[in-house]
Antibody, heavy 115, light 108 residues
């Protein structure tokens, strides 16, 4: 079955960068779009970005556009989220999810932006 | 606007029926689905394409949609249904997805 495992989270200072990874297995990764979704502590789900199956289309939430970049390596079955100029409000658990129906989700990786 | 509005919280007696609604303009053009999230866990898809349930989701969960409103109904609520529920849609004008504000369901 589809399995998604995120990694790369941690504590980072404001203004710094971080790269998240999502390793996919159990299906043909290169056939499907993928999403990143985040959830701040005690808050709701916040869609971040989507990438098409071949990486040719990418769309972002206004809150991260110009700072975050979604990418994928279909030869390695890995989805990435490059996060630059991090802010306190980016603190959240970041999930990857298999598109187009966000099914399933990974277990999430926590990013804490703090000095 | 691509916002999706849900009631913050609802309660239901064990074995009774509860309906959760989600309102937003984007629902007129695209219906993503409903997701259940229990504390400390990742969300799971429970309804897609308005009325369909993935395998393994109990048939007490059902979905419907009309105009700018989507609904999730739990018929015969069980204690394990206590969770947060989120709807999802996409703004077809810019291909950006959006989640609802979330509804916390308490089973009494």
């Amino acid at each position: 079955q589809v399995l998604l495992v995120e990694s790369g989270g941690g504590v980072v200072q404001p203004g710094r960068s971080l790269r998240l990874s999502c390793a996919a297995s159990g299906y043909t990764f290169s056939n499907f779009a993928m999403h990143w979704v985040r959830q701040a502590p005690g808050k709701g789900l916040d869609w971040v970005a989507v990438i098409s199956y071949d990486g040719s289309y990418k769309y972002y939430a206004d809150s991260v556009k110009g700072r975050f970049t979604i990418s994928r390596d279909n030869s390695k079955n890995i989805l990435y989220l490059h996060m630059n100029s991090l802010r306190g409000e980016d603190t959240a658990v970041y999930y990857c999810a298999h598109g187009p129906s966000f099914d399933p989700w990974g277990q999430g990786t926590l990013v804490t932006v703090s000095s | 606007s691509s916002e999706l509005t849900q009631d913050p919280a609802v309660s239901v007696a064990l074995g009774q029926t509860v309906r959760i609604t989600c309102q937003g303009d984007s629902l007129r053009g695209y219906y993503g689905g409903w997701y259940q999230q229990k504390p400390g866990q990742a969300p799971i898809l429970i309804i897609y394409d308005k009325t369909n349930r993935p395998s393994g989701i109990p048939d007490r969960f059902s979905g419907s949609s009309s105009g700018n409103t989507a609904s999730l109904t739990i018929t015969g609520a069980q204690a394990e249904d206590e969770a947060d529920y989120y709807c999802n849609s996409r703004d077809n004008s810019n291909n950006r997805h959006v989640f609802g504000t979330g509804t916390k369901v308490t089973v009494l």
